[in-house]
């Protein structure tokens, strides 16, 4: 409902007919508490990202303070984490068997309330929710044995005392799907629309971004820092069979308003069709080492063939004109595929006139707290973009996408993004300021002030005019950001780039000059590099 900025949204794209103000704040909790007034007695389990993300502890962005466990606030019996196929059929046959919904303790990838630890095996004992509300430290602490323990293969029941009578008890993270059960999940007879009784307010409009496009993998080992998927899908890729996507596309072709353009084709990210390293599925993802950034580890699987082959399979079906990628892409994971085909395939048949891809940032620290690669290999994989573009005569755009005010950017920092972005010729028309949302360690960074990987201090751009001025950094060639964008340059001591050279971001005060306003604000840099 509400912006980075805490200010009202005007719509709600999840929302009959669009409108705002339909579903409230923290909606499952709210109706939790709802449906538990109503049915006293009848177990009650949530599901979903909501409640996967706030299953224990959590820093809330909207109150500013750390919330309890949602199970806790929920009024709910149980929380079924992650994306949940597995542990809800458990419960189902569970409670189907005749047992009782306090006696589910055993299922992987759910959390339960216990008023004691008597039976409570191989745990591992986490801060107090009251030591945490004292001390931000105990929280990072908390966080980094989570993170921890997030993998299927090796992570480890873990305990969040309340009081010493009420504990929240999460249990391991279900195991991955398996290829044949990810398939048999996607053959369900889905309606694949909003419910008819929408219709009269005008249907829901989030649908027409997924309505044709397809689902090809879940998870992802990227870990960047201000995702979340590592604590809800996991960092395990699983991927549906190309008979299975390829089975969906001829249903979509025969949909009502299908005109010959599959929008996607994907997951968090497009690229990802196989685990990082073969060692993934028998012990788990390294702790302590990421697979790509800040360098790609040795043991990386790029080879993209599986994903060029399905799209080519999906390009060949009757009525499919076009099949286009808008999940993103990993540019350096593409970089690594050793035969580098499907980059020429991505370039001359999946674009939709430009490509959007993310940098995040240019400078090295702020990349490596966001969890990503240095921008040198960015910059060489947008050389590689123009050079195919121009190669098979296409003109299409590529836009970086970019977050503001991330913990770990310092204004300084922001002063050399807009440096950068002057020296690419680009300017965003618009900027993605950094979001607290629970279960990513940039979020602890945010509340903490402290990387829970290192335990060391970071800087946070917290105040509104901090990240105002970085925001404004980022867009200086917009007329009502100079004012934020001299007092930055200023307080970076960076006076020279106020100037007429080609380097300056403004001009000194006084009466405008021609080309103060330089035309084209905001568009994306042409294939041609110009």
Known sequence: HYTVAKKRRRSDAYSPGGEAGRRPNHAAVVYGNLIRRTFKKTPLILGGIE????????????????????????????????????????????????????????????????????????????????????DKLEYARSFAVQYENSDPFTGKR??????????????????????????????LPY???????????GGVPAISEVKFSLTSNRGCFGECSFCALTFHQGRIVQTRSHDSLVEEARAIVDEPGFKGYIHDVGGPAATFRRPSCQKQLKHGMCKNRACLAPEPCPNLDADHTDYMMLLRKLRAIPGIKKVFIRSGIRFDFLMKDPSGEFFTDLVQHHISGQLKVAPEHCVAHTLDYMGKPHIEVYEKFREKYFKLNRRYGKDQYLVPYLISSHPGCTLEDAVQLAE????????????????????????????????????????????PHDKALQRALMQWKRPEKRPLVREALHRTHREDLIGYGKGCLLRPNGPARPGDQPSGRGKPAPAKGK
């Not at 309606?191 to 307010?201: D, V």
């Open 191 to 201: 309606a694949r629309t909003y419910h008819p009784m929408y219709e009269a307010a």
């Open 51 to 134: 409640a996967s993300l706030r299953r224990l502890s959590h820093y809330d962005y909207w109150s500013d303070k750390l919330k309890r466990s949602i199970l806790l606030d929920s009024g709910a019996d149980l929380v079924s984490y992650g994306m949940g196929e597995h542990s809800i059929i458990e419960i189902a046959d569970a409670l189907n068997a005749g047992l009782a919904i306090e006696d589910l303790t055993f299922i992987d990838g759910t959390v339960y309330r216990a008023a004691s630890l008597e039976h409570v095996y191989d745990a591992v004992t986490l801060p107090s929710f009251p030591a945490m509300q004292d």
């Open 158 to 187: 873990l305990v969040e005392p309340y009081s010493d009578h009420e504990f929240v008890v999460q249990n391991p993270p279900a195991a991955p799907l398996t290829q044949s059960e990810m398939d048999a999940v996607y053959r």
């Open 420 to 463: 950068w972005l002057n020296k690419q010729g680009h300017m965003p028309e618009q900027v993605q300021d950094f979001y607290p949302t629970p279960g990513t360690l940039a979020t602890c960074m945010w509340y903490t002030g402290l990387d829970p990987r290192t335990m060391q201090p970071v800087f946070v751009p917290k105040t």
